[in-house]
């Protein structure tokens, strides 16, 4: 790193100021308390930040803030850094400081406005991140401490004035503590305890992972012990998944065996069903046919008997006349007869009269006495003539009798006739009926067989579907054994199952758990092979490493010093060296010298033979390269001609940038730059001046 500007507001005595600075040796000269440290504090703060100094130190007094921009070359590239001071506010609103029993108390200054620009490009930071930037920008490995500045910037490139002799005075054990601190030899003894530590820590870890692991055979014998169980229990399962197999076999066999019991069920109940009605049927039937059979006997008596009454009426003759020509002829007889009758009246008075003349002799019309001859051939004339009627008369009444006769014979004829014709119409009817019931008959038997066989054909159907319900019910109840034989089978197996699985898992389990102490007894092992190293090997080599690297950092450090010594001073009698903690020694002659019987210019000289000598192997050890230098007031008691060899021992450094602030005006002429500073009215001023 090489500085190549730096731009102050407000920083102690200095308002507003900007120097560029150029490369090679450059002088900043000032009276006393002209500002020269102050620029070189303003450096650091800038880089590092206040590390455990106040902001009161930098920011001017009565100024409520200021800032510093420090512009810089490292690495091949231009870097700005900014860091801003700002007095916080105080209660009451006040940015000034307040009075405190008549003196005013400065108020807390804080860093504001913190920001790196690397190739034109800015970044803000809070203070603390900025200085771990700026760690990584410079290279500086070390760690970030923010109560601190940067340990490496501090002894291989910049001490602050009053620290430049300090380090002599200071107590061996403290001086050795920062030597070894800058020289980073420290990390090496920071190594060793960390692995000792650690190697303890590993140690303990380890004896507790191994404890941990003591169950290892307890839980080995349990592995052991299910392992040996597992196959038979296996085994049982698969007993009894074949059993279950088997029965399942079975009743799919019942089943279908059921299945088809079932359908013939149906077909038996369809075959059966209707059986009343058959029967009802038959019934009627046979009611049928006794009414027929009874109905046609009947019907043969009756046909009988009016065989019987047509023959009884025997055969009828058919008279020779007809009723009207016999009714006529009696008419006539009838009439005749009358007429008879008549005449047989007449004939008779006449008769009676003649006789009644003949008796009394006389005739009473004429009363003259009869003739009794006369009288009496009329009387028998008379008489004759009656006769001869009477006898004609008689003839017809028998005529009339046979003509009657014959009338109630036709009568009979005629009524016989219609009976007759009755009793066939009749019997006619009868045979018709008897025809009829027996066709009926004939019908009425072959429903009877067919409902006969239907009835048997039911029955035995009827049977058949009992025995076959009985077989179904019989393979009912064989699948409900089966079924519950199987579901014991099951369960068992299920239980048994469920018992291999929680086997299988705890197994597992265990597995796990002794593969993940096996790998925990095997880390213990490592771990203490780990621990044993460390501090075998690992600390030991650590020790050793710090022995040499603190003997070649000695060696090293002791010819600088004595180089840079024997450069300011002069005297081929004196000598410098260092002791085992550093502390440097001076010889006069081979016999030891107290430094502080040492002139002043010999101490100043020692004080920075040592620093250039510290600086140097700082420089080499941390690798930042020896570009920079600053120092402040290093020649402070030397002499005219030690001043003048200043030049040449900045040149024998071979840096690229030099910053030497001093008070004498004598260096001005070992310089390449030269920076005047002046304090006017209480305000800095720098101005480049020419050597
Ligand atoms: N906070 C501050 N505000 C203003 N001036 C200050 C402050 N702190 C210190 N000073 C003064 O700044 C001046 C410059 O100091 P310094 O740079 O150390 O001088 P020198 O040039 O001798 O190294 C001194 O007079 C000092 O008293
Ligand atoms: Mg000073």
Not at 56 to 64: A, C, D, E, P, V
Not at 540 to 550: D, G, S, Y
Request: charged share 35%; hydrophobic share 35%; with cysteine.
């Amino acid at each position: 790193m090489i500085i190549k500007s730096i731009k102050l507001r407000n920083i102690r005595t200095y308002e507003e100021e900007e120097v560029r600075l150029p490369e090679g040796i450059i002088l900043f000269e000032g009276g006393i308390g002209a500002g020269k440290s102050t620029l070189l504090l303003a450096i650091e703060f800038a880089l590092f930040g206040l590390g455990n100094e106040k902001g009161t130190t930098l920011l001017s007094i009565g100024k409520n803030s200021g800032s510093v921009e420090l512009t810089l070359e490292t690495g091949g590239k231009e870097v700005k850094v900014h860091r801003g001071l700002e007095r916080g506010r105080r209660a009451g609103g006040s940015k000034a400081g307040s009075l405190h029993q008549g003196l005013l108390v400065p108020a807390g200054v804080k860093q504001s406005d913190c920001w790196i620009e690397v190739d034109g490009v800015r970044t803000s930071y809070s203070p603390s991140e900025m200085k771990e930037q700026v760690l990584k920008i410079l290279n500086y490995n070390e760690p970030v401490d923010p109560k601190a500045k940067s340990v490496i910037f501090r002894y291989a490139v910049y001490t602050p004035q009053e620290e430049m002799k300090e380090i002599l005075s200071q107590p061996p054990d403290l001086r050795l503590q920062t030597i070894r601190k800058a020289l980073r030899i420290e990390e090496y003894k920071i190594a060793m305890e960390n692995a000792k530590a650690i190697a303890s820590d590993l140690r303990k870890e380890a004896e507790f992972i191994r404890k941990g692991t003591e169950r290892l055979a307890e839980i080995q014998e349990e592995i052991r012990g299910i392992e040996e169980r597992l196959p038979d229990r296996e085994e049982g399962l698969q007993r009894l998944k074949a059993e279950a197999e088997m029965i399942e076999g079975e009743i799919g066999k019942l089943k279908e065996r059921r299945g088809s019991l079932q359908a013939e069920l149906l077909a038996r109940a369809k075959d059966a069903e209707g059986i009343d009605r058959i029967e009802s049927d038959l019934q009627r039937t046979r009611k049928e046919i006794a009414d027929l059979e009874k109905k046609i006997e009947t019907g043969k008596k009756r046909l009988e008997d009016l065989q019987a009454r047509i023959k009884a009426i025997g055969p009828i003759i058919e008279p020779a006349m007809s009723e009207d020509e016999v009714e006529g002829m009696l008419e006539e007889a009838k009439a005749r007869l009358s007429g008879y009758d008549k005449e047989l009246g007449r004939l008779k008075a006449d008769l009676e009269n003649v006789k009644t003349l003949v008796m009394k002799g006389y005739c009473p019309t004429c009363n003259r006495a009869i003739d009794g001859a006369e009288y009496a051939a009329h009387l028998q004339e008379a008489e004759a003539k009656y006769e001869k009627v009477r006898m004609e008369r008689q003839k017809t009444a028998e005529e009339i009798r046979d003509l009657e006769r014959a009338r109630k014979e036709i009568a009979e004829y005629a009524m016989k006739k219609g009976q007759l014709k009755g009793l066939e119409e009749t019997a006619s009817e009868v045979e018709d009926g008897i025809y009829d019931a027996q066709h009926r008959l004939g019908e009425a038997k072959e429903r009877e067989k067919e409902l006969s066989e239907r009835k048997a054909r039911a029955e035995g159907a009827a049977e058949a579907y009992k025995a076959v319900k009985r077989e179904c019910e019989e393979c009912e109840a064989q699948i409900t054994k089966k079924e519950k034989e199987r579901d014991g089978i099951l369960s068992r197996k299920a239980a048994l199952e469920k018992e291999i699985a929680v086997e299988k898992e705890r197994l597992a389990d265990l597995k796990a758990e002794a593969e993940r102490l096996e790998g925990e007894r095997r880390r213990a092992e490592r771990l203490g092979l780990h621990s044993e190293w460390l501090v075998k090997y690992l600390a030991a080599a650590l020790e050793r490493i710090e022995l040499t690297v603190m003997n070649a950092v000695r060696r090293e450090f002791e010819e600088e010093f004595s180089k840079w010594f024997s450069y300011l001073v002069e005297d081929p009698s004196k000598g410098v060296r260092i002791d085992e903690d550093f502390t440097p020694l001076v010889t006069q002659d081979s016999y030891e010298q107290d430094v502080g019987n040492l002139s002043g210019g010999e101490r100043t000289s020692l004080a920075l033979a040592y620093r250039l000598a510290l600086n140097r192997v700082v420089q080499r050890n941390s690798r930042i390269g020896a570009d920079l230098l600053i120092l402040d007031e290093p020649t402070d008691g030397f002499s005219k001609d030690q001043i003048g060899k200043m030049g040449d021992l900045l040149r024998e450094l071979g840096l690229r940038q030099a910053v030497i602030v001093s008070h004498e005006r004598e260096l001005e002429g070992a310089v390449d730059h030269i920076f005047r500073i002046q304090k006017e009215g209480g305000r800095s001023k720098v101005q480049a001046g020419s050597s």
